[in-house]
């Protein structure tokens, strides 16, 4: 048996508009957000709740170079809250507690939109003026540019100063195919420490929002300086929990 329950709350104003309140979830619902401001109406969000889904029984199916690959979850989920519609786009966050984690969703992008990315890792981003500091406000930037696909990665520390990582330093890249321009596409990151205690991170994307997520982006930070430049041997001594090079 499935219970589902979806809110909207308004920012402003505390106000909780109960859309979804089901104990006994037989189908699934799809959901799509409606945004109108002034006469401009546009889809703001789309997603399904799905029923009948075991707790600890979830797995993802993704493509990696060209194979199936299936991540089995633990059953633990949060849901990407609206954030600001900030001046370089809308933004999507959730100040979570998972060490390692996956976040999914079908996103539409918007007329001149460059580039949809993801910052993970790091602590609380913008937190009202008050970032998290360095040496834990460090995040890793994956990004697809909408026209032509190409990925990117970048790192942002201390917030808000952005700095280019060579693709060289990923593990594996390629271009996502397909129109992604004003159109749904399917878009994943993942980050986890493998059993070495290194960081992965992983960015995957497909035009098609019906498609199967493919791998664009893998990165391994396995090594002091690797990724963010300025984390000397010295500091990872300092804080060896989060830097566990060997």
Known sequence: ??????????????????????????????????????????????????????????????????????????????????????????????????????M??????????????????????????NPTEVPIGMWYELGINVSGGSVELQTEYPHPTNHDVSLSKATFHKDVTGNLDQTWIKYAVMAYSNSEGHRVIKQFANSDANGTPELCLHAVDDEPGKIFPHITLILTEQFPDLFPFQ
């Open 104 to 129: 999914l969703g079908e996103f539409k992008t918007g007329k001149d939109q460059e580039k949809i990315e993801m910052k993970t890792d790091g602590g609380c981003h913008g937190c009202d003026g």
């Open 1 to 102: 048996m499935t219970s589902a329950k979806l809110t909207v709350k308004r920012g402003d104003t505390g106000t909780e508009t109960v859309i979804v309140d089901e104990s006994n979830l037989t189908h699934d619902i799809a959901i799509t957000l409606i945004r109108t401001i002034d006469n401009e109406t546009i889809e703001w969000f789309k997603g399904t709740i799905n029923a009948g889904q075991a707790p600890n029984g979830d797995k993802l199916t993704f493509l990696e170079q060209g194979q199936q690959v299936q991540y089995q979850l633990t059953g633990n989920k949060v849901i990407m809250g609206m954030g600001k519609d900030h001046e370089n786009g809308q933004r999507f966050n959730n100040r979570h507690k998972f060490k390692n984690y996956v």
